[in-house]
């Protein structure tokens, strides 16, 4: 058998095997055009250092949590043999998931600190070789994997199946044995045992259901919920029985017996989910979320058992008073965020941010599909965009969702020009076109690279205007 062939299948093997968490990258301003969130993770067994090369090791590896890949990956090395008066001392190469190779940057600060960059855009792995002075090798990769939920409908069905285990075993290991054979995505860094919706607050109205080891079964006996989204009975403080499914007060049901409350049911399914997968808890949000499916590697999926899918993409929405209604009550504008806000709801607390119930019932429902049986986030979008030329500050602001626009012309003969085009959402790509009698704009943004440009054509004249926007993340959105 071929030896190369079998060094690397050991190296995708241990990839998947041993992955570690990191720290979380903060979003930037809504004003610009964000990087794709996704989940990066590094492989701890394969980075650590090659025994008889004089130890040498990468290190500070900077890994962000569902919210890459990032702009930019960076690591230093030590140990090893340096290469002699050369920078960078020891020779790197970085290929990305498709095999290509990408162009590795090296820095030595003021203080001597060394250190290693590269871009990345594509969900997959990123291998690492390293050669020193003595021809040492050291192997490591960048692996990005997805994120994992089940929606409400699948919780509810016992003949649903992920990973060879059905709904029942996976919700009896959440919420039930933290050691059991399904509780394959829980973390001690989650919370297992009773699971709890709503809250208990000091108003005497407020409310919360409890399920408890035992009751696991009323999870599919209730789900999926439907109807409308409304808060729990005033005063409910109650673990559900596990006999009759219900409290008292009782809990309104459908003629089919399920919760008459979707926001209920998508609160149950997205505080499962931020069990299922510990790290879901710190996906950032954005308006427009393209997500793509991820495809088994070794039989399974989750936690380096999965490729990046080919497709199709799914588009999902979390409304704009959701994400500023977090704003609003300073939560974060991240999944965990959302899900507190969903309890709050269903305590009772009026204290919202502005955000409906309805809306917060989408944006869960969004979540729970969004990343159904483990997804990439591919793409990223607010609502409100804009590109700012490098060079004359000229802007292109953008609604993503209506396809509304405005050009505007900086400069002491500036000048605007309003209109609404087709939006187009690919990937990590959107694109607006609008052809009219007066005018032809084409506009692309790219979140994987932050980089966007726009052309408006202006007839008869036959002008074309140009913006060319190198660094999406940095933009004013005012003429200079």
Known sequence: MNKNFVRHFMFVALLALFIIGSMTVAPGPSSAVTAPPGIVRVSSET??????????????????????????????????TRLPRTDPPYLVSVKDPLGNPVT???????????????????????????????????????????????TQEEYANSQFQLNDCNAQQIVKGLIGDPNSDCSFFSSPGRPSGPLTVGSFGLVPTSAELTFNEGSE???????????????????????????????????????????RNELLGQAIALSLNTRLDFDIGNLALCNTMVTRKAMPRFGFVGRGGEMF???????????????????????EPEVDGLLELANRALSGNTELGGASLSAITAAIESINRGFNQCSYLV????????LQDDTRGDILSLNTATGEYQ??????????????????????????????????????????????????????????LTITDRNTADNACACP
């Open 217 to 259: 079964d009323c999870i599919f006996q209730r789900l999926p919920a439907s109807g409308s989204p409304t808060r729990l009975p005033a005063g409910l403080h109650e673990e559900i029985n596990p006999d009759t499914c219900q409290t008292s007060p009782e809990l309104p049901l459908n003629d089919d017996g399920k919760f």
């Open 379 to 386: 793409g990223c979008f607010d609502t409100d965009v804009c």
């Open 104 to 150: 590795v940057f090296f820095n030595r600060d003021d203080f001597g600190r060394e250190t290693f960059t590269f871009k990345g855009t594509l969900a997959g792995i990123y291998p690492i070789e390293v050669r020193d002075a003595s021809e040492c090798v050291l192997e490591c990769a960048f692996v990005t994997t997805p994120c994992c939920t089940l």
């Open 47 to 80: 980075c650590l250092r090659s025994l008889g090369c004089n130890n040498l090791e990468i290190t500070n590896i900077n890994v962000a949590t569902c919210l890459g890949p990032p702009e930019t990956f960076r690591f230093s090395l030590i140990g090893g």
């Open 309 to 331: 899918g080919p497709g199709p993409d799914l588009v999902v929405t979390i409304p704009k008073e959701v994400i500023e209604a977090l704003s609003n009550l300073d939560l």
């Open 407 to 464: 050009f505007t012309r900086c400069g002491p003969a500036g000048f605007a020009i309003h209109g609404k085009g087709t939006v187009k959402i690919k990937g990590n790509t959107l694109t607006l076109e609008h052809n009219s009698a007066d005018r032809r704009v084409v506009v692309r943004i790219d979140t994987g690279i932050r980089k966007g440009t726009a052309a408006v054509q202006i007839f008869p004249q036959g002008t074309t």
